[in-house]
């Protein structure tokens, strides 16, 4: 089981001698990854001791990213620290992709009828 470490704990870990946050309900230790993070270890810092999930998002880091953070995680936040970010983030990210994908078809669609209208307007006359 995941250690369990609290906010406040993360908190005094707010200095490039190491640089603890939480992502998603989870707590990581990037004091090794600073210098090697491609963004930069500034980005990093700003974040220190804080919950960085909302500029972690909002990156759009890619799944390699999401897959190199289980290298750096050390425990999670107790239950009553917790927030259902986790779920709100991700069900409405992949709901507002499918309407926007659907919203895409649609439009094609509708390009499509226009130019076999006009098509079959010219071929008629
Ligand atoms: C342990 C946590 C993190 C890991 C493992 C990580 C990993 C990475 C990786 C692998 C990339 C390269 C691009 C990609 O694959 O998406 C990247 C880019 C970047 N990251 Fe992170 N990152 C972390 C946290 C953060 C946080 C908290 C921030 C912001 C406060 C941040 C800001 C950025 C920025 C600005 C880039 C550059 C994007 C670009 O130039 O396209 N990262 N990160």
Redesign the pocket.
Known sequence: MAKVITLGEVKKHNSDKSVW?V?HNDV?D?TS?LEE???GPE??L??AGED?TG??ED?G??A??RE??TK?KIGTLPPSERTKDVESCCRVKSKWKKSSSNLKWAILALAGAVVIGIALKKYLS
């Open positions: 946050m992502i990581y990037v990854f993070h491609p963004g980005s990093l700003e974040v960085a500029p972690f990156v880091h890619s390699d990213a190199l953070l750096y």
